[in-house]
């Protein structure tokens, strides 16, 4: 009698094939008992509350509306008040400054942290560990320290 075609290989890939099959059907199936084609109207409703927030239980008609004026509805972001100009001053200590290269740090008491310095907000000549007050302004990559002068 001559052996059979069939090679174990080819067995085990057919397992396989059918395990594959009969996951898929599965998942089918799985995905139609949760789909919306069983659910009510009542269960595919989202309500939307008086705070904006999406919610699954309608609002209730016995509860008082809080009603706005039009007026009173601000579009946009308020207006601040100025700074006051006493404020902007800071004081700090100089960390780091390479003269050939016209930079440095300054390190401000109040927040800890550190700024950027560049030799043409300098009026006057200064170098590492010096005290000194100036003023900030926001730049490209951060906040840049202008009107640099040594602290009495």
């Given at each position: 009698?001559?052996r ?28 139609n ?7 009510g ?5 989202a309500?939307?509350d008086?705070n ?26 308020s ?21 050939s ?6 390190k ?12 043409n ?10 005290k ?17 002068h040594?602290?009495?």
């Amino acid at each position: 009698m001559g052996r059979s075609q069939e090679t174990f290989s080819k067995k085990e890939k057919e397992k396989k094939k059918l395990k594959k099959r009969q996951d898929k059907e599965q998942k089918k199936e799985e995905r139609n008992a949760t789909s919306s084609k069983g659910k009510g109207i009542d269960e595919m409703l989202a309500y939307v509350d008086e705070n904006g927030n999406i919610t699954s239980t309608p609002p209730d008609p016995t509860k008082k509306k809080k009603e706005i004026k039009q007026e009173d509805i601000q579009i946009g972001v308020s207006k601040q008040a100025e700074p006051d100009p006493a404020d902007l001053i800071r004081k700090g200590t100089v960390t780091f400054f390479n003269t050939s290269k016209g930079y440095g740090f300054i390190k401000d008491h109040e927040t800890q942290e550190s700024i950027f310095v560049h030799q043409n907000a300098l009026t006057s000549v200064i170098k590492e560990n010096d005290k000194v007050t100036f003023e900030v302004e926001k730049g490209q990559k951060g906040l840049n320290a202008i009107n640099v002068h040594l602290a009495s």
